[in-house]
T-cell receptor
Framework: SQTIHQWPATLVQPVGSPLSLECTVE??????LYWYRQAAGRGLQLLFY??????ISSEVPQNLSASRPQDRQFILSSKKLLLSDSGFYLC????????????FGPGTRLTVL | QKEVEQNSGPLSVPEGAIASLNCTYS??????FFWYRQYSGKSPELIMS????GDKEDGRFTAQLNKASQYVSLLIRDSQPSDSATYLC????????FGAGTRLTVKP
């Protein structure tokens, strides 16, 4: 069976500090990978998706970036965090295309102070 | 117009009742439809998917799809307090779009 991991689970960071969130998937090969952000009481906002190693598509202009150094690893980064970056960050995977069922990791709760 | 719309709630039903959650979408080309449950502080988990017009049942859950009306719903029979959560509707056309969710409270 497939498993998706995210870490850390929670993070409190000062404004202007860097960020690195990691997501890994087990039990499948060449998954499509996604980063979402969910602000308090809001819906899911797609930030990035990747169909393969080194292939990243950005959905929303922002101070965040993503990388996929390995087939089942997806990293979300920032050089300088803003207050507005606070939220619940979710990694998801799907087997095939963007139209396929997506399965979510446990998420990272980020608070920027 | 939002691409996927849900009533934010909260929707409150007594234990044992039927909870009805509704979702409308704007992309007529959408082919796949999903319901996710999200407990407070947790990530969304898939409950059901539906691809064809009509009803699809899975235990206490029934998903209903009407593509002509661009409408998808989720019925929860014999609601339990453990069903209290936010339910997200997701619609797939070119890509996956999520509604903001409906918060459901089941009162004992």
């Amino acid at each position: 069976s497939q498993t998706i991991h995210q870490w850390p689970a929670t993070l409190v960071q000062p404004v202007g500090s860097p960020l690195s969130l990691e997501c890994t998937v087990e039990g499948t090969s060449n998954p499509n990978l996604y980063w979402y952000r969910q602000a308090a009481g809001r819906g899911l906002q797609l930030l990035f998706y990747s169909v393969g190693i080194g292939q990243i598509s950005s959905e929303v202009p922002q101070n965040l970036s993503a990388s996929r150094p390995q087939d089942r690893q997806f990293i979300l980064s920032s050089k300088k965090l803003l207050l507005s970056d606070s939220g619940f960050y979710l990694c998801a995977w799907s087997r095939v295309a963007r139209t396929d069922t997506q399965y979510f990791g446990p998420g990272t709760r980020l608070t920027v102070l | 117009q939002k691409e996927v719309e849900q009533n934010s709630g909260p929707l409150s039903v007594p234990e044992g009742a039927i909870a009805s959650l509704n979702c409308t979408y704007s992309d007529r080309g959408s082919q796949s439809f999903f319901w996710y449950r999200q407990y407070s502080g947790k990530s969304p988990e898939l409950i059901m998917s539906i691809y064809s017009n009509g009803d699809k049942e899975d235990g206490r859950f029934t998903a209903q799809l009407n593509k002509a009306s661009q409408y998808v719903s989720l019925l929860i029979r014999d609601s339990q307090p453990s069903d209290s959560a936010t339910y997200l509707c997701a619609v797939n056309g070119y890509d996956m779009r999520f509604g903001a969710g409906t918060r459901l409270t089941v009162k004992p």
